[in-house]
Nanobody
Framework: QVQLVESGGGWVQAGGSLRLSCAAS????????AGWFRQAPGKEREFVAA????????NYEDSVKGRFTISRDNAKNTMYLQMNSLKPEDTAVYYC????????????????WGQGTQVTVSS
């Protein structure tokens, strides 16, 4: 098993940047593909970005392409989400997740989840 803890959320004005971190403990993080999801109030949890176990392959939801960058440092057991040019519609609780399977945009494929970190973007 792996335990995941997100950090780095907060409040930012539109156009600003934040970097989220996801620290993994337990089983070796490099054993897992991983991803970021987000959930706004009253909405379903949605895919943001995913990364393969070795960081070579990534995938993004269309609305964040060119603004967000997912990366990982397996030596530090940590995954990141660099978020630039933030918009009010990016406001949500952001979750990191890990999967024993192929990296995916489907939340049902993820086996482990963090507790989430709030990101608020004001206009």
């Amino acid at each position: 098993q792996v335990q995941l803890v997100e950090s780095g959320g907060g409040w930012v004005q539109a156009g600003g940047s934040l970097r989220l971190s996801c620290a993994a403990s337990g089983r070796t993080f490099s054993s897992y593909a991983a991803g970021w999801f987000r959930q706004a109030p009253g909405k379903e949890r949605e895919f943001v970005a995913a990364i393969s176990w070795n960081g070579v392959s990534t995938n993004y939801e269309d609305s964040v392409k060119g603004r967000f960058t997912i990366s990982r440092d397996n030596a530090k057991n940590t995954m990141y989400l660099q978020m630039n040019s933030l918009k009010p519609e990016d406001t949500a609780v952001y979750y990191c997740a890990a999967t024993n399977s192929y990296y995916s945009n489907s939340k049902s494929r993820y086996d482990y989840w963090g507790q989430g970190t709030q990101v608020t973007v004001s206009s």
